[in-house]
Nanobody, 129 residues
Framework: QVELVESGGGSVHAGGSLRLSCAASGNAASSDCMGWFRQTPGKAREGVAVICTPGADTDYLDSVKGRFKISQDKGKNIVYLQMNSLKPEDTAMYYC??????????????????????WGQGTQVTVSS
């Protein structure tokens, strides 16, 4: 059963913008928190931005604050990541994730005290200098 499907990645020059989208279904759609992570070859996956209901509270990786914005259309179960002023160091595979119980889906990642066990297939973002 497909839970999270990302779209919107691509290649841009430094300073450019991209918007990622993530459509959630099934159990992932009912998670309190959803977020975006990224990973480059040889490095650990890192949390980039998360949004939690019911207050739509958000949190960001320090290096993307002021440049990235996460938002959510709860009615459509879609989470967005607007990425502006992109830098070459933002180049990575970006994954959409949904919070769950660590015991239920091991092998996930934590960010800001919450555990994310549902994952999409990833979308590549490449920023050239």
């Amino acid at each position: 059963q497909v839970e999270l499907v990302e779209s919107g990645g691509g290649s841009v020059h430094a300073g450019g913008s991209l918007r990622l989208s993530c459509a959630a279904s099934g159990n992932a759609a009912s998670s309190d928190c959803m977020g975006w992570f990224r990973q480059t070859p040889g490095k650990a996956r890192e949390g980039v931005a998360v949004i939690c209901t019911p207050g739509a509270d958000t949190d960001y990786l320090d290096s993307v604050k002021g440049r990235f914005k996460i938002s959510q259309d709860k009615g459509k179960n879609i989470v967005y990541l607007q990425m502006n002023s992109l830098k070459p160091e933002d180049t990575a595979m970006y994954y959409c994730a949904a919070e769950t119980d660590p015991g239920r889906l091991p092998g996930g990642s934590s960010f800001r005290g919450r555990y994310y066990g549902y994952w999409g297939q990833g979308t590549q973002v490449t920023v050239s200098s």
